[in-house]
């Protein structure tokens, strides 16, 4: 079993910068792709950001691209995602997740574990 636990999520200004990490226990996440979702107020569940189990390979919404970067640390079993330029429109609750499968997946379906959330507010 794995757990997962975000943080890092706040109240920022329009143009402002989070850095997310999400910190995996239990059992080691380093042969597990990872990814990002966040849920909007009122929405779905959306694909943000993934990444592979050896953080060569990571793939984005459309509507973060060029703005935010996820990254992982396996040592520290750790993912990030790092937030920049950030909308309004990008204030959701952020969730990680686990696949286990070396290679993400846009899909929610297909992950295994997830976060508890932690919330990201944007203020114009």
């Known amino acids: 079993q794995v757990q997962l636990v975000e943080s890092g999520g706040g109240l920022v200004q329009a143009g402002g910068s989070l850095r997310l990490s999400c910190a995996a226990s239990?059992?080691?996440?380093?042969?597990?792709?990872m990814g990002w979702f966040r849920q909007p107020p009122g929405k779905e569940r959306e694909f943000v950001a993934a990444?592979?189990?050896?953080?060569?390979?990571?793939n984005y919404a459309d509507s973060v691209k060029g703005r935010f970067t996820i990254s992982r640390d396996n040592a520290k079993n750790t993912v990030y995602l790092q937030m920049n330029s950030l909308k309004p429109e990008d204030t959701a609750v952020y969730y990680c997740?686990?696949?286990?499968?070396?290679?993400?997946?846009?899909?929610?379906?297909?992950?295994?574990?997830w976060g508890q959330g932690t919330q990201v507010t944007v203020s114009s």
């Open positions: 239990g059992r080691t996440v380093s042969n597990y792709a």
């Open positions: 997740a686990v696949r286990r499968a070396y290679s993400g997946s846009y899909s929610l379906n297909e992950y295994d574990y």
């Open positions: 990444i592979n189990w050896r953080g060569g390979s990571t």
